[in-house]
Nanobody
C-alpha cells in the first residue's frame, strides 16, 4: 500500500557532503513523523534524526551540528543533509515514516530499502 524509496547515497571523502532523499507513495492521508536510522556493518541499527508534522526536529548527539533533516509535505518526501562527514558515518541509511493511510484510524510504520553511505578517510 505504501512504498518508501530512498536515493542519494554514495562514496564521499572525509569532510564531504551528501543529501539523502526518501519519498513515500501510496494511499497516504498524513505523515506524522519521519525518522532516519543507520546501520553500520556488524552493528545495530541506530536512530539518527526525526522531524515531526509540526516541524520539530531532533538529532543523535553523534550527528548534531553536521546533519540536517527537512521535509516537503506536498511531495511526501524527507531529506537528510549530511555535512562534515566522517568515516564513522559509513552505514546503510534507512528512512522510516509513521503515517495514516486514507480512512485509517491508527498509524502504521513503513521503512525504506536503505541507501549506502561510505566515507573514505
Amino acid at each position: 500500500q505504501v512504498q518508501l524509496v530512498e536515493s542519494g547515497g554514495g562514496l564521499v571523502q572525509t569532510g564531504g557532503s551528501l543529501k539523502l532523499s526518501c519519498s513515500a507513495s501510496g494511499r497516504i492521508a498524513m505523515i506524522n513523523v519521519w525518522n532516519w536510522y543507520r546501520q553500520a556493518s556488524g552493528k545495530q541499527r541506530e536512530w539518527v534524526a526525526t522531524i515531526t508534522q509540526a516541524d520539530s526536529r531532533s538529532y543523535a548527539e553523534s550527528v548534531k551540528g553536521r546533519f540536517t533533516i527537512s521535509r516537503n509535505s506536498a511531495k511526501n518526501t524527507v531529506y537528510l543533509q549530511l555535512d562534515s562527514l566522517k568515516p564513522e558515518d559509513t552505514a546503510v541509511y534507512y528512512c522510516h515514516a509513521r503515517l495514516f493511510l486514507t480512512q485509517a484510524i491508527s498509524p502504521s510504520d513503513y521503512w525504506g530499502q536503505g541507501t549506502q553511505v561510505t566515507v573514505s578517510s
